[in-house]
């Protein structure tokens, strides 16, 4: 079982609000991942890391930031919501090599009305 | 250009049958790992099997199986005696490194899995 977690689940918030998306894993895990998902559709990548005080933009461009402070923490903000940022965020774990596999969050379903 | 292409956007099985889920995938990499994931309605991802380039012989976890055909760039995934919980979302993935060294995970669209009673 992998031990990677979200919080909030669920978040609905109002345009212009400031949220974080928390993302915690306790596998020792170097790289750590953020998607984007909207229903039904491909996961797009946002932002990864390759460890402490790394952060990169993935293939999606996103208005999104990202931090990593810590190994296990990978946190995800906005600075101001908007109703385009309605989607699915999931968040990922692995190790450095092509072979190893990539644990996941259960997600934040996030709607900004 | 697109790294995985999943082309059947929904599948429809019946209970305890087999079923085959379509990938290709495009690298020039020679190193690279190949995954396949499911997505019930839940919305988590799910790990269900793993392929290395390397690796001479398809990867089996109980019912799934992955058929590699490295000379077509094809990972698809075999689902044996089909279960009601199987009806889910099936993404096939792709490690491998880009020009900037990264080895970050590539999702195909997915093809929705329904298995009929």
């Known amino acids: 079982e992998a031990d990677i977690y979200q919080t909030p689940r669920y978040l609905v918030i109002g345009t212009g609000k400031k949220i974080t998306l928390e993302c915690s894993q306790t596998?020792?895990?170097?790289?750590m991942y953020w998607y984007q998902q909207d229903p039904g559709m491909e996961l797009h990548l946002i932002h990864y890391s390759y460890g402490v005080n790394s952060t990169e933009k993935g293939d999606l461009s996103s208005e999104s930031t990202v931090s990593r402070i810590r190994t296990e923490h990978f946190p995800l903000t906005l600075e101001s919501a908007r109703p385009s940022h309605t989607s699915q965020y999931l968040c990922?774990?692995?190790?450095?090599?092509?072979?190893?596999?990539?644990?996941f969050g259960q997600g934040t379903r996030l709607t900004v009305v | 250009a697109q790294k995985i292409t999943q082309t059947q956007p929904g599948m429809f099985v019946q209970e305890k049958e087999a079923v085959t889920l379509d990938c290709t995938y495009d690298?020039?990499?020679?190193?690279?790992?190949l995954f396949w994931y499911k997505q019930p309605s839940s919305g988590e991802m799910i790990f269900l099997i793993y392929q290395g380039s390397y690796d001479q012989q398809n990867a089996t976890e109980g019912r799934y199986s992955l058929n590699f055909q490295k000379a077509r760039k094809s990972a698809n995934l075999v689902i044996s005696a089909s279960q009601l919980g199987d009806s889910a979302m099936y993404f096939c993935a792709m490690r491998d490194y880009d020009q900037t060294g990264a080895n970050n995970l590539f999702f195909g669209t997915g093809t929705r899995l329904t298995v009929i009673p």
């Open positions: 990922a774990s692995s190790g450095l090599q092509v072979n190893t596999e990539a644990f």
């Open positions: 596998m020792g895990h170097d790289k």
């Open positions: 690298t020039s990499d020679p190193s690279y790992g």
